[in-house]
């Protein structure tokens, strides 16, 4: 068994890897891409979120892509993590402008700030440290 200590925003393993923890709550908004979206929630939970928001529009009606949708959705109702889950699954299609606004309502009533992604967008870990660097930069000026 390892130890683990919890050293500001590094996991330090014995064996001297670190592991990049984010700091802010990450926010995804998924649909019917299911092999993109999986890369993607591979790499965010890499980095250990304590919350982690996702966001779905419905399925448009046509058969394929309510079998999409549901694969999808069985991605992110199947997560094994620690991390806070929250959902925000739309039973019928909104369409992206309006599933956007109300997902980004819905966001924003759960937290003051977010790293904001799409299931296509695939991140590193530095686009991690980037984000949370910018946010607290951003917090530390409204004081």
Known sequence: MHSIKLISYYLIISKGK????????IA??????SDTTNKVLQKILSVKPKTLIVIADGPKGEKNDIENVKNTRKLIKNIDTNCNLVTNFSESNLGLKDRFSTGMNFIFDHTEQAII???DC??????????????????KRNL
Do not use: A, H
């Open 18 to 25: 670190k592991i990049y923890q984010v700091k802010n709550v």
């Open 28 to 33: 995804l908004f998924i649909y019917n891409k």
């Open 117 to 119: 992604l799409e299931d």
């Open 122 to 139: 695939l991140p590193t870990e530095g686009f991690f440290r980037f984000c949370d660097e910018m946010l607290e930069s951003t917090e």
